[in-house]
T-cell receptor
Framework: EPEVTQTPSHQVTQMGQEVILRCVPI?????FYWYRQILGQKVEFLVS????????KSEIFDDQFSVERPDGSNFTLKIRSTKLEDSAMYFC?????????????FGPGTRLTVL | KQEVTQIPAALSVPEGENLVLNCSFT??????LQWFRQDPGKGLTSLLL?????REQTSGRLNASLDKSSGRSTLYIAASQPGDSATYLC????????????FGKGTRLSVIA
């Protein structure tokens, strides 16, 4: 069964450093998403991406964040200058386009630790 | 703005007991609702998805119900097992399969052998 994959599974970085989290969505999906979950908190939406542009973003997704689809398979989330409060689990998800889309399929997550 | 609340935050039950987890949402105009399982430090495993036109869905020992008009869903787990121990998340899809999911904080379930 096709699945969303994410790398790395765990990333440790120093405050102020740039990180890139990588995701490979399900191959025939056209919508891509990033969510994050701070330890003990809710899963929160960050951004959705369709047709090579951001379709929706939350107030969390400020200028420190960017997303990119650098090739036909990868979808990346970049955090330019990490802060301690960026420490969280980051989930990538993908979905088909309407009208088939029922829900989003989630990857296993990348745990980001900012020291 | 859609808000999703899950009660209780934590639940501990002896093995074999039937249990109910609750989810409520503030805006009844939803597309569908989904229950996920999350093991500690792990990703999200989809358990059941209920379309807005449906009243319930069943998978094995799990049964999820939806009362859209009252903004409530329940997840019923029959004959609980220690392997059911995990956090259960409820997520509402407000508009379509391509709009952001809104999650509750989850119920942390412990099933004691």
């Amino acid at each position: 069964e096709p699945e969303v994959t994410q790398t790395p599974s765990h990333q440790v970085t120093q405050m102020g450093q740039e990180v890139i989290l990588r995701c490979v969505p399900i191959s025939n999906h056209l919508y891509f998403y990033w969510y994050r979950q701070i330890l003990g908190q809710k899963v929160e939406f960050l951004v959705s991406f369709y047709n090579n542009e951001i379709s929706e973003k939350s107030e969390i997704f400020d200028d420190q964040f960017s997303v990119e689809r650098p090739d036909g398979s990868n979808f990346t989330l970049k955090i330019r200058s990490t802060k301690l409060e960026d420490s969280a689990m980051y989930f990538c998800a993908s979905s088909e386009s309407l009208p088939e889309a029922d829900t989003q399929y989630f990857g296993p997550g990348t745990r980001l630790t900012v020291l | 703005k859609q808000e999703v609340t899950q009660i209780p935050a934590a639940l501990s039950v002896p093995e074999g007991e039937n249990l109910v987890l609750n989810c409520s949402f503030t805006d009844s105009a939803i597309y569908n609702l989904q229950w996920f399982r999350q093991d500690p430090g792990k990703g999200l495993t989809s358990l059941l998805l209920i379309q807005s036109s449906q009243r319930e869905q069943t998978s094995g020992r799990l049964n999820a119900s939806l009362d859209k008009s009252s903004g409530r869903s329940t997840l019923y787990i029959a004959a609980s097992q220690p392997g059911d121990s995990a956090t259960y998340l409820c997520a509402v899809n407000p508009n379509s399969g391509n709009t952001p999911l809104v999650f509750g904080k989850g119920t942390r379930l412990s099933v004691i052998a």
